[in-house]
């Protein structure tokens, strides 16, 4: 299969510097790629691969520990009853590159798995009665998409490098883009051969920066100017320094330079440190230049502290822990809240949130949240009655070499929970509209948003207030984009209870269609005073029949309450807490 050259991508700079560094030196332990569809992830990776001379092995979604880490070789096991190894993909990467596509899907345990072999750049096998271990030094590359979902923050940080794509707003570089990809679309050959030489030259930088890394200088002030910019930017742990310090080292081998300079330096940074920046689940990680900018100069140890404070609309100021309901600073989209009228404290705050499962087990993605029959094996036990999850290596010790009866036959004993569907139905209508408790009303839900986040769960988000319901996020792993929806949340107008039961169970139907086995939790959060009465008992008998599990939070305050909530709950067989509890 013919493969679009590296050295023929338009744009995205960010994106190649990465992937070339870590090709100098894979010790960056990798590069994670977040962007938009369409923005040649995937044929950048591809493109490397050849000046590598080493493998292209790419992860399949769906792969298993099994397929990763490698197995028992059944043709051995069964025909001569030998307990015999055999390699997963892993060991097929070695000396090669691993691409991994929409790394976010992935369970945490192998993306842990993959992460550490990168690191470690060997592999240890404890598994089917098997305990071996083998080489595994190759260059990680995830890719993924960030409205499906993100990784945990101590995931984001295992990656070296993290590189944000978007598509170009340049009109002149969007039709070279097209230009290119008809021409290699048209005659691959041809349009591989225009750039063979920029291609061989790539590859002898590569070649020659990986000769000289070893001897580029890393002096004592630029250590200091790393430290001291990783801990004025508030990046977590000492890992961000250390691997600033090794791709401004590989940044200075590519550039045939014999030091490392400042320039180095602030290339590094922007690569290897906007991941780490996280400092909640539902804040998205990023570092524009201005704030690199301002870090860097700080941090230049020959430099004296500058008395003057910044000009308005300049550097930031951190805020005090109790400065909750100012604004963030314009420049730090990731920490974008509402309007300071709706404003509330940061996720968290509020306290902590009850913890809602569903009962019975399920069999959906791996996750946190409900029991589920799937699971990582724990254990094995003598199968009893049909067989639905055989245990092959211990049938086969249990065979001891012997033909395999039933008697010997073995099934996995499973430990494991799963994710759900969080539908949240929202009320904000006038009735909820006063400010004390609307702000309530979003601090209890941003603290489930957030206990989500830690279960893996999908969210979804409807509304409802005036005449009609609103979906405002569709089912999504990306947490922050339906807590941004929340805090942006107008209120106002009647309430049209039934419209907002109506649209949370149209989204359930629409999304077991998509993925049968994850079961829905909705989460309705109301005072009960719907227009029409009749219609809501209706709509949420109707939707608890199609959800795993219903919960009714009461917003109905004040000395004299009517219950209306509760009896909404109570014909839906539904459970019914307080806001005040989930708040």
């Known amino acids: 299969m013919s493969v679009f050259p590296f050295s023929a991508l338009v744009g995205q700079e960010d994106l190649r510097e990465a992937l070339l560094v870590c090709a100098v030196d894979p010790a960056i332990s990798g590069v994670l790629v977040r962007g938009e569809r369409g923005t040649a992830k995937t044929t950048a990776v591809r493109g490397l691969a050849p000046l590598l001379d080493g493998a292209l092995v790419e992860l399949p979604i769906g792969a298993t520990a099994d397929r990763v880490l490698g197995t028992l070789n059944l043709d051995r096991a069964l025909g001569e009853g030998r307990a015999t190894f055999q390699p997963g993909l892993l060991a097929n990467a070695h000396d090669g590159l691993l691409y991994v596509d929409e790394v976010n899907l992935l369970p945490d345990h192998l993306v842990d798995v993959l992460l ?228 509330m404290d940061a996720p968290g705050t509020p306290g ?115 005449d009609d319901a609103v979906v405002h996020l569709s089912p999504t792993s990306s947490v922050e984009r339906a807590a941004e929806a929340l805090r942006t949340l107008p209120t106002g107008g009647r309430t049209p209870l039934a419209r907002g039961l109506e649209e949370a169970e149209l989204i359930i139907r629409t999304e077991q269609r998509r993925d049968p086995s994850r079961r829905a939790l909705v989460v309705v959060v109301t005072d009960g005073r719907a227009h029409d009465r009749e219609a809501a008992l209706h709509a949420i008998q109707s939707l608890a029949k199609t959800a795993a599990g219903l919960v009714v939070l009461d917003g109905e305050q004040g000395p004299v309450r009517l219950g209306l909530a509760a009896q909404l709950a109570q014909a839906a067989g539904a459970q019914i807490l307080p806001l005040e509890q989930a708040a």
């Open 116 to 343: 550490d072999a990168a690191a470690l750049g060997r592999v240890h096998v404890e598994r089917d009665g098997i305990s071996t271990s083998y080489d595994a030094r190759f260059l990680l590359v995830g890719t993924m998409n960030p409205e499906e979902g993100d990784l945990r923050p101590q995931l984001l940080d295992r990656f070296g490098l993290s590189v944000e794509v978007v598509g170009s707003g340049d009109p002149d570089v969007r039709v070279e883009i097209v230009r290119r990809r008809l021409a290699f679309d048209r005659d691959p050959a041809a349009f591989t051969a225009r750039f063979a030489d920029e291609e061989r030259a790539l590859g002898a930088t590569i070649a020659a920066a990986r000769e000289r890394l070893a001897a580029v200088r890393l002096p004592d002030r630029i250590l200091l100017l790393i430290a001291g910019t990783c801990a004025r930017l508030g990046v977590d742990g000492h890992r961000a320094d250390i691997v600033t310090a090794r791709t401004a080292t590989a940044l200075a081998a590519l550039d045939g330079d014999d030091e490392v300079t400042q320039e180095h330096v602030k290339r590094a940074a922007k690569l290897a440190l906007a991941h780490r920046r996280r400092r909640g689940p539902l804040q998205q990680p990023g570092l524009d230049d201005a704030e690199l900018d301002q870090a860097l100069s700080d941090s230049e140890p020959d430099d004296e502290p500058d008395p003057t404070p910044p000009p308005s609309g300049g550097g930031e100021e951190a805020p005090s822990p109790g400065d909750h309901g100012a604004p963030p600073p314009e420049d730090r989209p990731w920490r974008e809240g509402a309007p300071s009228r709706e404003r």
């Open 352 to 466: 902590k949130p009850p913890l809602l499962t569903l009962e019975g087990k399920g069999r959906g993605a791996a996750g946190r949240r409900s029991r589920t029959t799937t699971g990582e094996p724990v254990d094995s036990k003598p199968a009893d009655g049909t067989v639905t999850d055989l245990a092959l290596a211990a049938t086969l010790r249990a065979a001891a070499g012997r033909p395999v009866t039933r008697e010997h036959l073995r099934e996995h004993v499973r430990s494991g929970r799963e994710g759900n569907l969080i539908v949240f139905c929202v009320d904000a209508s006038g009735s909820m509209g006063a400010r004390r408790r609307m702000a309530q009303v979003k601090a209890a839900v941003l603290g489930l948003l957030t206990d989500a986040y830690q279960r893996r769960d999908k969210v979804a988000l409807v509304s409802f207030s005036g």
